[in-house]
């Protein structure tokens, strides 16, 4: 069969003539080869990877990955097509596969690096992280296309960015702030400074002018007394006028002094109301690096304390480990020594078996030897090993030994001559056997009587005394 595969497609065959596996665009498979169709599109893959700083601040890290095979090297289309194209490119063993690499190496590099490092360096972070994801994926084939790493985000209960643009909005808000003050006191001192500069020469012109103007009218006059006490009384009046303006400008210079002196103290409070924020978020700051520092002392502490608590645990492993081995070691030994005994007990039935097997043998070749020579009479050779043995000697024993202490009475009855009895033939016989009946029943009854004192019936008859 010939197959052809598609632009993004390739063809694995194995089988039959093919020592590893042969890749090809287009090929004949023959009946005795299996040919496999895998795609080498690239696919992308989603992750957030949890991970956490070296000052054990956790965050994630949402980043996507475009991954396929390597298409420019034949040996990483091998290894994708001999590893990862037998599942499907979607499924949960090639996400969990590519997800654990990088989550891994995230990781990794993440413990290594301050949270400050990874937020600014990100282009350094993306970089250290795609260099070694992709050493990894070498081993499969696989190459990355494109690496989109997202901004950080934060743990759910562990508000680190939140906090950090936070501070850097209140920062410059309140930098904004003490900017518009200082400007607008600036503003206003510089306002009533040149308000207050140009009433000054504008009263002192308008006087030197009027001043000059009754000057050159008193010299006008005819009368110079009338025209001097004019001028006295004018210039008087100026005077006062000018002393009037004089208070005036003096009253505005206390009211704009104080004016600057209020501003002043609003900015040095301002300034020290900043200081005291500033004061308080260094304390803040300090208070938690020294709760970092406790946590991390603590921490350190409890480590050491499982360390030893560990290494204890392990030397009472290790002593019940070798307590138990020397227990095994001597049930072992006595498994032994009792199979041994049992080895021993056992070849000395054995051979005691067989020494009665032997004897046995010769017995029966004995008794053979004699069943022969009494000419197969079993009834001879019984009673000769009877004799031979003891037996009747035993027997004799045995018995004398069952009457000694019995003491039996012997009754000896004489029936005189058994002639005159019935007659000859058959009437004879009949009457020979019911006379021996008849001469039995006395000494039977007299046996019973003399056993066991019991009377026989009055109608059988009476025992003398």
Known sequence: MFKVARASQYLAITGGGIEDIKLSK???????????????????????????????????????????????????????????????????????????????????????????????????????????????LDQFGLVIY?????????????????????????????????????????GEIGAKERTGLTLQNAAKIDAESKIISMQRQGEGTKAEIKVKTEVKVFENQKEADVAKANSELA?????????????????????????????????????????????AEFLSK?????????????????N???????????????????KAEADATFYSKQREAEGLVALASAQGTYLRTLLDAVQNDYSCLRDFLMINNGTYQEIAKTN?????????????????????????????????????????LPPVLDTVYQQTGMQPPAWIGTLSK
């Open 26 to 136: 287009k090929s004949w498979v023959l009946p005795w080869q299996r040919c496999t169709v895998f795609d080498v599109s690239p696919v992308n893959y989603t992750f957030k990877v949890q991970a956490m700083s070296a000052e054990k601040l956790p965050f994630v890290l949402p980043a996507v990955f475009t991954i396929g095979p390597r298409v420019d090297d034949t040996e990483a289309l091998i290894l994708y097509a001999r590893l990862i194209s037998p599942h499907d490119k979607q499924s949960n063993h090639v996400n969990e596969l590519v997800e654990g690499v990088i989550e891994g190496e995230t990781r990794v590099l993440a413990a290594s690096m301050t949270m400050e490092e990874i937020f600014k360096g990100t282009k350094e972070f993306k970089k250290e992280v795609f260099d070694k994801v992709q050493l990894e």
């Open 146 to 186: 494109n690496a989109n790493v997202k901004q950080l985000v934060d743990v759910p209960g562990h508000e680190y960015f939140s906090y950090l643009g936070q501070k850097t909005q209140m920062e410059a808000a309140n930098q904004a702030r003490i900017d518009v003050a200082e400007a607008k006191m600036k």
């Open 251 to 295: 009253m505005k210079k206390a009211a704009w002094t104080k004016d600057a002196k209020v501003a002043e103290v609003e900015a040095t409070k301002a300034v020290a109301l900043r200081e005291a924020e500033l004061q308080t978020q260094v304390e803040k700051m300090n208070a938690l690096t020294r709760t970092e520092k406790l946590k």
């Open 302 to 318: 409890a480590s050491v304390e499982y360390e030893t608590k560990v290494q204890e645990a392990n030397w009472e492993l290790y």
């Open 320 to 338: 019940k480990q070798k307590q138990a081995e020397a227990v095994l070691y001597e049930k072992q030994k006595q498994a032994e020594a009792q």
């Open 400 to 440: 004398a030994l069952a009457v000694r202490d019995l003491q039996p009475k012997i009754s000896v009855w004489n029936h005189g001559g058994e002639q005159g009895i019935g007659g000859a033939g058959g009437s004879g016989n009949a009457m020979k056997d019911i006379a021996g009946l008849y001469k039995m």
